[in-house]
């Protein structure tokens, strides 16, 4: 059985890193946060906190344990007092796979020889990300989704050079801070989530851009469409359960002919042009006129009451 870890260390002080952070601090794990910019260690003084303690609210965490991690959350002033003693070290710096390279290439000169080292990467393969590392057996991806405190989906995509054990390692530390992480079989850019996300928001978006539907009927039609059903069973189990008894077998022979006409019209462009981002960045603003904090909130009361449910189906 693994040891949890005495000590986390995430580099990194935006979205994804306060929101590692937070999850963490809320199992009553030590973490400390480092990030090269003042302004994000001291956004995350205050963030982490926040995002911490309303996970109680969200009945996520049970406030004693949090208010026990956040004694032992620290932010540190370089790169070596954050990960020195750290049994697991998780990046999340932004998307840029060069100055991922260069992190890590620094931080396994500072990390003891059984440190875990996670990369937060949402797309970029595991093999590119540490190319400069010497011991790409403790190495691989654990991709969240945002906010990482309260989804609990994490993406395992290990490198050529990985090894079973450090895989098995980051999985038990993850299924204990309530994650379900799901392996990948061998990496792909974009992992699973990203290229799926990807396909769906390009769609989304055409239909925009298209006159079809406005932003907020569009958003309306996903999260109460197939993302409920998707939530309840995933695309292929809801498509095997659609056509009864029968199963995928007479979906298939009943109804792929449609999907295969409305795939021949769908969306193919690769790109997205300065006037079409513009477009798009209109529609949403004259949508969502809220203030964006507010609109967070209510996203993350309703998350957290959608993991509610889910979590008590599954129990019963």
Sequence with gaps: MTTMPGKVAVIGAGDIGCGWAALCASAGWPVTVFDASAHGLERAAAEVPRRTRALVALERATQGIVERGLLEFTQARSLLQAVQDA?????????????????????????????????????????????????????????????????????????????????????????????????????????????????????????????????????RAVSLGPALGWAAAGPHLTYHLAAGDGGVTLFLQELLGSFESWWAQLATWQRLEPEQQRALIQSIERAYKSNIEQLRAARDRRLGAILRVLEQARTA
């Design 87 to 219: 049994d697991w070290v998780i990046e999340a710096i932004p998307e840029d796979a060069i100055a991922k390279q260069k992190l890590f290439g620094s931080i396994e000169q500072v990390t003891g020889p059984d440190t875990l080292l996670t990369s937060s990467s949402s797309g970029i393969p595991p093999a590119e990300i540490f190319a400069r590392c010497r011991r790409q057996d403790r190495c691989l991806v654990a991709h969240p989704l945002n906010p990482p405190e309260l989804i609990p989906l994490i993406e395992v995509v290990p490198a050529a050079r990985t090894s079973a054990a450090a895989v098995v390692r980051a999985q038990e530390y993850l299924r204990a801070l309530g994650r379900m992480p799901i392996l990948l079989k061998k990496p792909i850019p974009g992992y699973v989530v990203g290229r799926i996300t990807a396909a769906v928001w390009r769609q989304c978006i055409d239909l925009v851009l298209e006159g079809v539907i406005d932003v907020d009927q569009l958003d």
